[in-house]
Nanobody
Framework: QVQLVESGGGSVQAGGSLTLSCSVSGDTYNRDYMAWFRQAPGKQREGVAVILKGRTYYADSVKGRFTISQDNANNTLYLQMNSLKSEDTAMYYC???????????????????WGQGTQVTVAS
């Protein structure tokens, strides 16, 4: 069984930056399919960035501003967020599964393991 723990959330002014971390423990043998999702109040959880066997993909809303990366030596997934906007305010979650096709990579049902989330608040 795998455990995911997010950290790094907080409050920031619009235009600022934050870096989220997701620590992976337990059965860490397969970390090739991981993602960051977010959920704003009253909205559905949406995928923002995924990394599939080293290839990265982004939602249009964050492309050019967010960067997803992995440090496999330290079992950590990152999300560097720059030029933050008020609409980026949400709870951010990391997710992992043993295999996820690109066609499902931005869908919540593509992943079986989730962290508890970390809150990001962007003040305009």
């Amino acid at each position: 069984q795998v455990q995911l723990v997010e950290s790094g959330g907080g409050s920031v002014q619009a235009g600022g930056s934050l870096t989220l971390s997701c620590s992976v423990s337990g059965d860490t043998y397969n970390r090739d399919y991981m993602a960051w999702f977010r959920q704003a109040p009253g909205k559905q959880r949406e995928g923002v960035a995924v990394i599939l066997k080293g290839r990265t993909y982004y939602a249009d809303s964050v492309k050019g501003r967010f960067t997803i990366s992995q440090d496999n030596a330290n079992n950590t997934l990152y999300l560097q967020m720059n030029s933050l906007k008020s609409e980026d305010t949400a709870m951010y979650y990391c997710a992992l599964d043993s295999w996820v096709p690109l066609s499902r990579a931005f869908e919540t049902y593509g992943y079986h393991s989730w962290g508890q989330g970390t809150q990001v608040t962007v003040a305009s």
